[in-house]
């Protein structure tokens, strides 16, 4: 049958044309996603990968496709996994959807959005299934709509944003797995038969144990910077299920949304469903090749403030926990302020009338300052930090409440629990969730943001942690035959809140903190600057958890602080040189009470902290390689950022494990210029002999297939010798 095909980059007006239109190809700069839409038939899919010329997109079916639906749903062959099911109002299980339409948007952005209607064959029931591209980006969001003209409410039961079939070749897929205190760390596995499954259903929060984005590597075993790699994202803050099916096909089927489980919804006539994007890449430059382009889309489409420079800030946590004073904070930030740094971030402890915050167990809900801890308030802390020349910061709490404060002993209603129970309570045996599906809690965040930001315009930033899951899973606010909304439901009011506040307050930087990493996902970061990575501040598991978060977030987002030794969290002593060069390859920040620290230490973060500034942009809004995976045991792990133009680059190389007469492998570097000559300068210097490369020049072509040799150790008085290294090589084209 002969095909019409049409190119979005020549569809340049929002305009809905003929749906005689079949093969429908929504194209990236280098990438191609090729479906069949033709009307009164199901959309099919026929290819994701490399650009097509228009040749190859012409015979396209002939080359051998899967025959499979763009969008699965479930009834007609029930035996296949569907990415949508549905309950009609009549209670019909089945759902037989045709094409119906295909439109074309140009968004203002200059990308566009390709949405193909299906409808159902005998029930008033349309999903459209949307393709967004944006300029320059090899990056697809698709996402669904739902809507319907029936009678009663239609139950979904099933709700993906996509499906793509992955063909059958040793495939492997890349994920992050973990648990507080040690996220983002990377598992590969080749595909089963079966199915394999990789889900959320904490409710609040999304990221500590496995995470909604995973590396599908098509040719066996993942590499870093060469081989055919598609990456996908699940733009969603909620509880999300990915999950591959391979069957008795040719294919992997994988599928991503929201986790239905429990979470059935009854739709109403005229109402839309929508569901949340799920972010494509491809990329034959490996796993590297996926995650940049998802750190520009990231930065450039869904990062707040993507092209801004982050402040190196103080965090008050680690340094003081619940121990508040106004004299600690102003000591605080007189340290922070001399080494360099931009900003402090007084963390929990610092409200709380009735019941002052001196641990877990009480307060939450009650955003009053406590004076007897800071009589001058707010407003002098603000002062100190402006004495200062830095800006100030402050940690909350909005969506909890703990069973000992006021909100909860005037608003028991507002927490979410299912009628009839009592709560379950979690962090400090009295923590508990706000049911943001109820508008009243939805203003009560918004409120504690708002009044915050009235009364005291200076503050420049706000922690904002989210530390209990949700428990009990129920809602007081929602009726009876609406239980199983809550979770989606309690995003939808988060994202409502958010929203609120960015309208409001749109220049605030905010971080999303929820016990550690659990808030590392592309769904809620459009509304916050950064995340925490994890409580765990210890230099040497940073790096595997960095790598890991690395494959799907940006370094602007990763907020990575220099802390004590002895680690809290592990007890590890690593010296100040290799905890500060693992912090510096992040959001670099300070998480340690400076009174502690000698002088030479300080004077030490100072010039640490002075040469970040001097390759910030780079790690900031460079393009990450990943050299040697700390997770392939080789003794040592290196990765670098080059500036988009590639005349500046930034080096890191640290060893993770320490033998006498150990041979580590040298490192060559990547994504340089072959034909630029580069400067080296060593950062963060403590050796008392420069590198024998110090101030040398080499060409791109020359570090990226020779490199540098590190030295085992660092040529430092005998006293001050340990069983660390690290080097940070700043790279200065000419
Ligand atoms: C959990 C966060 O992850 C920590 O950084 C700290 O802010 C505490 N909460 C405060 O209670």
């Known amino acids: 049958m002969k095909k019409i095909f049409m190119c979005l980059s020549f569809a340049m007006l929002a305009v809905a044309f003929s749906a005689s239109a079949e093969t429908v190809h929504i194209s990236t700069p280098k990438t191609s996603l090729v479906l069949d839409a033709t009307k009164g038939e199901q959309p099919k899919f026929l290819y994701y990968g490399n650009s ?11 080359a051998g496709t899967p025959n499979l639906n763009a969008y699965p749903v479930y009834g007609l062959w029930p035996a296949n996994e569907a990415a949508f099911a549905a309950v009609h109002s009549d209670g019909n299980m089945t759902l037989d959807m045709v094409t119906d339409n295909v439109s074309v948007t140009k968004n203002p952005d200059g990308g566009e959005t390709t949405t193909i209607t299906i409808k159902d064959k005998v029930y008033p029931f349309t999903i459209d299934l949307n393709y967004r591209t944006f300029p320059g980006l090899d990056v697809i969001e698709t996402w669904t709509e739902a809507s319907h003209n029936e009678k009663g409410n239609v139950k979904l039961t099933r709700f993906m944003s996509g499906y793509l079939p992955v063909r059958r070749n040793d495939v492997h897929v890349s994920q992050l797995y973990g648990t507080w205190a040690n996220e983002g760390r990377v598992e590969e596995a080749p595909l089963p038969h079966g199915v394999k499954m990789i889900k959320n259903k904490d409710g609040a929060r999304n990221s500590h144990t496995a995470h909604g984005e995973v590396m599908i590597s098509l ?95 103080l965090n008050s946590w680690e340094g003081v926990y619940f121990d508040i004073n106004e004299e600690g904070m102003q000591q605080m930030m007189t340290d922070i302020a001399n080494m360099g740094g931009e900003l402090f971030v007084m963390d929990d402890g610092w409200f709380g009338t009735k019941y002052p915050r001196n641990n877990d167990s009480t307060s939450l809900g009650d955003w009053t300052v406590d004076t007897n801890k800071l009589p001058g308030g707010i407003q002098a802390l603000c002062n100190a930090a402006k004495e200062r020349g830095i800006k100030f910061g402050i940690w909350i709490e909005p969506e909890m409440v703990n069973s000992v404060s006021e909100l909860y002993e005037k608003h028991p209603e507002y927490v979410v629990k299912a009628p009839n129970r009592e709560p379950v309570l979690g962090r400090g045996g009295t923590q508990m969730v706000l049911d943001l599906a109820n508008p009243k809690v939805q203003d009560i965040v918004f409120n504690i943001v708002d009044t915050l930001l009235t009364k005291y315009p200076e503050i420049d930033y706000i922690k904002w942690d989210a530390n209990a899951p949700i428990m009990n899973h129920g809602s007081q606010y929602q009726t009876a035959d609406n239980q199983s909304h809550l979770y ?112 030479e230490e300080k004077e030490q973060s100072r010039k640490a902290i002075a040469d970040y500034k001097s390759v910030r942009d780079v790690v900031q809004f460079g393009d990450l390689y990943r050299l040697l995976s700390p997770y392939d045991g080789k003794g040592a792990a290196s990765l670098m950022y080059v500036s988009p133009d590639k005349k500046d680059g930034v080096f890191y190389w640290w060893k993770t494990e320490q033998f006498v007469n150990q041979q580590l492998p040298r490192v060559t570097m990547a994504g340089l210029d072959p034909n630029k000559t580069y400067t080296v300068t060593e950062l963060n210097r403590i050796d008392n002999e420069p590198l024998p490369y110090e101030g040398k020049s080499f060409t791109g072509a020359f570090l990226m297939s020779n490199g540098l040799e590190m030295p085992l150790s660092h040529n430092v008085d005998w006293n001050k010798r340990n069983d660390y290294a690290s080097r940070v090589l700043k790279l200065t084209a000419k």
């Not at 489980?261 to 491809?282: D, I």
């Not at 030794?565 to 340690?592: C, W, Y």
């Open 52 to 62: 097509l010329s228009t040749g190859d997109l012409q015979n396209i079916q002939a």
């Open 488 to 599: 989606i439901d309690y995003h939808k009011g988060f994202i409502k809140a958010l929203e609120r506040i960015r309208a409001k307050y749109p220049d605030v930087t905010i971080q999303a903190c929820a016990s550690g990493g659990g808030r590392a996902n592309w769904g809620i970061l459009p509304y916050f600057d950064e995340f925490w990575v994890s409580d765990n501040t210890d230099a040497l598991q940073r790096i595997y958890m960095q790598w890991g978060t690395s494959y799907f977030f940006p370094a602007i987002t990763m907020a990575s602080h220099i802390s004590a030794s002895p680690n809290h969290q592990t007890n590890r002593i690593v010296p100040l040189k290799f905890r500060t060069d693992v912090a510096m390859s992040g959001r670099l920040g300070m998480e340690i009470q400076p009174k502690n620290m000698t002088e």
């Open 219 to 313: 040719d066996g075993k993942a590499k870093e910077n060469d081989g055919r790699v598609i990456g996908a994202a699940l733009c969603y803050g909620g509880n999300y299920k990915l999950m591959f099916d391979t069957d008795d096909t040719d294919y992997h089927h994988f599928f991503a949304g929201i986790n239905e489980e429990n979470s059935s919804y009854n739709l109403k006539k005229g109402e839309k469903f929508t569901t949340p994007p799920l972010a494509l890449t491809y990329s034959e430059e490996g796993l590297g090749g996926a995650s940049r382009n998802f750190h520009k889309w990231g930065r450039e489409q869904r990062l707040a403030h993507g092209d801004t420079p982050r402040k190196i800030l």
